[in-house]
């Protein structure tokens, strides 16, 4: 079992950068690939980056390459999404969530475990 926990989120400008983080609970985190996923209002779920468990592979959606990093620090159980140049569409609620370790996947229902989700609003 694992259990996620984001924090970060909040109000910005256009331009500015937040970072989320996502504590995770277990002791096998190194062997879950972890991603990132939102949701805006009126919008499906939609993928938005992921790492290995070793953290040497990942992958984001081409909305956000350039701007978004994902990254995680085994020590601390924790990954972290970097979004910089945000803008009003970054807008929505984004949802941590943790794979059983096979490959990288953009497709939410491979996801095993998923956060309580955090809202990002972005402000022109």
């Known amino acids: 079992q694992v259990q996620l926990v984001e924090s970060g989120g909040g109000l910005v400008q256009a331009g500015d950068s937040l970072r989320l983080s996502c504590a995770a609970s277990g002791r096998t985190f190194n062997t879950y690939v972890m991603g990132w996923f939102r949701q805006a209002p009126g919008k499906e779920r939609e993928f938005v980056a992921a790492?290995?468990?070793?953290?040497?592979?990942?992958d984001s959606a081409d909305s956000v390459k350039g701007r978004f990093t994902i990254s995680r620090d085994s020590t601390k159980n924790t990954v972290y999404l970097q979004m910089n140049t945000l803008k009003p569409d970054d807008t929505a609620v984004y949802y941590c969530a943790a794979r059983a370790p096979y490959g990288l996947s953009r497709t939410g229902n491979d996801y095993n475990y998923w956060g309580q989700g955090i809202q990002v609003t972005v402000s022109s």
């Open positions: 790492i290995s468990g070793t953290g040497r592979s990942s």
